[in-house]
């Protein structure tokens, strides 16, 4: 796969696009009081946009009415004209049939009038959950039988971008926060997407519209009017707060005024400038306003090194963003439009269930056939103590997760005894000891590295060790022990 030229870039054989694509989320929220966009009125503004060479739309089912705006335009204007559409398939956490993924994409394809749709992204909840394999393996399969063109992701970490990747999943792109305020992207996440082939496809790279000359020497807002400002307001405040964004916005507009451009042209293009980044994502209110021609401009703007060095200088003076990509929807902070998510993200049911033991105890089976023939569970609590058996990367269906990479495995395993504690009323920080046997010592350090993502905050003791033989096709078997302490 080629790297992204200034103008264009391949996300994958057949998929050339330009690098900017518009994304249809602002729909969502121009439809939030019950309003419904018409769509013939926002086809015409998304002809618009083509007609000025901007060939890629991205969208997804919640989205509001995006999917059923990008049918409309399909209808109105020539379907052949080399227009990509792009959605996203966000289900809840579960355990789905092939014949339920099939349905979940056609209900998206349906609404645009699509045999095949350009790219499906993924988008899932819960690493915990295992489910999403199954998923995204069924959806390879309806790539391979031309309903899905290319696959991909959206707000997936390094950690679990990499072990798809090694359960043999061909995805094509991962679409994440990148931008000034969050350069989580530009590192072990570039360095696994450039190794892969894998194109990041950039979103916020605005901040919302926090990243322009309005907010420049304004009064920090109290109140938000919209979702996506509510959302990066957060991003701003973890960053270090107003006073440090407005020193980056005033030496992105000295880089501005050099070049003659606009602050936001400055900071996309800083964003696209980066390797692993194949096409930034830039909001569109359709109908309502209409930036195409100055965005057309990021095609002529070069930043001098001298640029991205003063840019590097104030970075270096900003608070990091915790985390990993997606990490701001799935643990604190919460780096999202409606801010806490615990309330979401606990109320999500068990991954596996819950049986009642002898004594008091209980226990949590995850569907191996050796647990009820070799007479032991998953993991079993009694008072407050938690203790996980030796787990290796055994999927529900029998099967060895991605087989020969020894990180990954250790991910896979690591979401499975979250799955089990929590389950059992537990949390990972819960974790007072784990022990770790390896089929090879020398494998020691990226199991080693993943264990340290995982518990580098609470440093439970630990043992690794290399073993005689793994029984099966591992590379890593670890178990647990957790004392439960109250939230």
Partial sequence: MSGPSRTHTL?????????????????????????TVDPIAASAAMARYAARGFDAFDMADHYGSAEVIAGQFRQDHDPDAGVKLFTKWC?????????????????????????????????WWQYAHPGYLDCLHEMAAMQKDGRIGALGLTNV???????????????????????????????????????KNVKLLAYGTLAGGFLSERWLDAKEPVEIPDWSKMKYKRFIDAAGGWQPFQTLLQVLKQIADRHGVTIPLVATRWVLDHAAVGAAIVGARLGESDHGDETARIYDLS?????????????????????????????????????????????????????????????????????????????????????????????????????????AQTVYVLDKIEAAVTALGGRMTDIIRTRIYLADADQWEPVSRVHGRVFGAT?????????????????????????????
Wanted: hydrophobic share 40%.
């Fill in 303 to 407: 930043l001098a090194e001298a640029d991205h060095a003063a840019i590097a200088e104030v970075c270096a003076t900003q608070t990091p963003l915790p985390g990993d990509c997606g990490d701001e929807y799935r643990k604190p902070p919460f780096l999202t439009a409606s801010g806490d998510l615990s309330h979401h993200l606990e109320a999500l049911p068990p991954v596996f269930p819950v049986s009642e033991g002898p004594g008091g105890r209980r226990f949590v089976d995850t569907g191996s056939e050796w647990e009820e023939a070799a007479g032991f569970a998953r993991a079993t609590r009694i008072g407050d103590r938690i203790l996980v058996s030796g787990t290796t990367a055994t999927h529900p269906d029998g099967r060895a997760v991605a087989p020969g990479d020894p990180a």
């Fill in 91 to 123: 289900p809840p956490p579960a355990f789905y049939s092939a014949k339920e993924v099939l349905e979940g994409v056609g209900r998206s394809l349906g609404r645009m009038g699509l045999e095949t749709v350009d790219l499906m992204q993924f988008h």
């Fill in 157 to 195: 970490d390094t950690d679990h971008l990499g072990l798809i990747l090694a359960d043999g999943i061909p995805i094509a792109t991962n679409q994440v926060a990148f931008s000034l305020l969050d350069r989580r992207a530009a590192g072990r996440m570039s360095e696994l997407c450039r190794e």
């Fill in 11 to 35: 996300l994958a054989p057949g998929l050339e696009i330009g690098r900017i694509v518009h994304g249809l989320w602002q729909i969502a929220d121009m439809e939030k009081d019950g309003k």
């Fill in 459 to 487: 440093r439970p003791a630990n043992t690794l060790v290399e073993v005689g033989r793994l029984v099966g096709d591992y590379l890593v078997e670890i178990e647990a022990e957790a004392v439960v302490t109250p939230a």
